[in-house]
């Protein structure tokens, strides 16, 4: 994957950060989520958006722009080859789902609003995201330093608990814990892995001093308080435990141009960055560094920052990176709507037609080979004092 630094303290200087590093050239694509088997009804569809979108940033193009946009690029690829307690018990609310666009989504509870579907296709998004996370760390599930013998993990948003059941496997004598606002994790998981619906924007229920290692990844979009939130992963993790936060902005920059501003990938970023301010909950964890402060204002030590250029498609050279780019690219190809739908129409005011000429401009620019294009990656992890 493009140029990967080596982990390094917080004082480190900030140009390793790939997106200090580059002038922001394209957009790039947030992550995801999925229901169970036995998923009930869902709730009637809800209409995105209003009458007119509410950007208003003059650099956005208007939706109207993609009906008669061409970007001169060939069809070729498949796309393949490139206070109230936080934890509630499993309710029909949780389970009822909501429908958008005919895509479902996690019924807003407490504090909770998704913006990415819980369906098939875009669990199926998510647990691809897994596997190229984990090419990306060349095996690992994780950076942190913690100890051999650790008891007691917390998950928190565990999507469809791949991570979490992967941990649960790799150290079978710790206890893990899966927390999520929809419940998408299978049934069938390792006898030391459980999961539970919760919402991470409540006061969360954990006691003090209770976790040997919290692990969160890919939140972006999902979180109304970043402090609050890392205030309560402090009081939960042991003196002494870990944290881990890894991280995505949702913008695609490129190596050699190609994702200028007004093509449909540099949109991309400018429609979520907006959008961040519209619905209250950033997509630019990284930019508005995020991990790096709230770790250090909740008390964490020892906070060392990782910054990675993940690349989108086959483009690299060395064999690991092009696998990974080309899982990360199948990241989006595989779900572009359960990415965009909400944000884009419910958020931002855009037409599900919009979105749908946009998204084919978009597929179109995302198979012209020429651009080498990549997303920043942050992993951050601290430590408790004992
Ligand atoms: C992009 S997925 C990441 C899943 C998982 N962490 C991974 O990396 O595979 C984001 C997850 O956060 C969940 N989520 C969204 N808002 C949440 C909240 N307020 N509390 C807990 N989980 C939430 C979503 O339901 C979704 O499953």
């Given amino acids: 994957m493009g140029d990967k630094d080596d982990a390094k303290p917080v004082a480190a200087p900030p140009a390793e950060s790939p997106a200090a590093a580059s002038p922001p050239a394209a957009v790039a694509a947030p992550p995801v989520e999925s229901p169970p088997a036995a998923a009930p009804p869902a709730e009637e569809s809800k209409s995105p958006a209003a009458e007119e979108t509410t950007q208003q940033d003059p650099s956005i193009l208007p939706a109207s722009h993609w009906e008669d946009f061409d970007n001169g690029v060939d069809d070729g690829d498949s796309g393949f080859n490139d206070s109230v307690s936080s934890t509630a018990s499993l309710s029909s609310s949780i389970l009822r789902y909501r429908t958008i666009l005919g895509r479902t989504y996690a019924s807003e509870i407490g504090q909770a609003e998704a913006w990415a579907p819980n369906d098939d296709i875009h669990t199926e998004s998510m647990d691809i995201h897994h596997h190229a996370c984990t090419l990306m760390l060349k095996g690992q599930l994780f950076l942190a ?21 992967d941990f649960g496997d790799m150290y079978p004598n710790a206890q893990v814990i899966g927390t999520d606002i929809t419940p998408i994790q299978p049934s069938w998981v390792p006898p030391n892995v459980q999961f539970q619906i919760d919402d991470a924007n409540m ?16 939140l972006l979009g999902n979180i109304s308080d970043w402090k609050k939130f890392y205030r309560e992963a402090y009081r939960v993790t042991k003196p002494g435990g870990w944290m881990e936060h890894q991280e995505e902005d949702a913008v695609w920059y490129s190596h050699n141009g190609g994702v200028e501003e007004n ?11 907006e959008a961040s301010t519209a619905f209250g909950r950033t997509f630019f964890p990284i930019t508005d560094d995020i991990q790096r402060q709230c770790m250090e204002e909740a008390g964490f030590v020892d906070i060392t920052v990782k910054d990675i250029q993940a690349p989108i498609g086959d483009w690299p050279e060395d064999p690991d990176d092009k696998e990974t780019g080309t899982f990360f690219k199948l990241v989006l190809t595989s779900d572009l709507e359960g990415y965009v739908n909400f944000v884009w129409g419910n958020v931002m005011g855009w037409k599900p037609e919009e979105i749908k000429v946009y998204l084919a401009h978009l597929r179109r620019q995302m198979k012209d080979p020429s651009i080498r294009t990549w997303y920043p990656h942050r992993i951050v992890y601290g430590r408790k004092p004992e």
């Fill in 145 to 165: 330093p913690i100890k051999d013998d650790v008891q007691k993990v917390l998950d928190v948003g565990t999507g469809t608990g791949i991570w979490a059941i």
């Fill in 263 to 273: 093509t449909p990938m540099g949109q991309w970023g400018k429609v979520f960055r």
């Fill in 203 to 218: 006061d969360w229920t954990w006691p003090d001093n209770n976790f040997d290692y919290v692990h969160v990844r890919g």
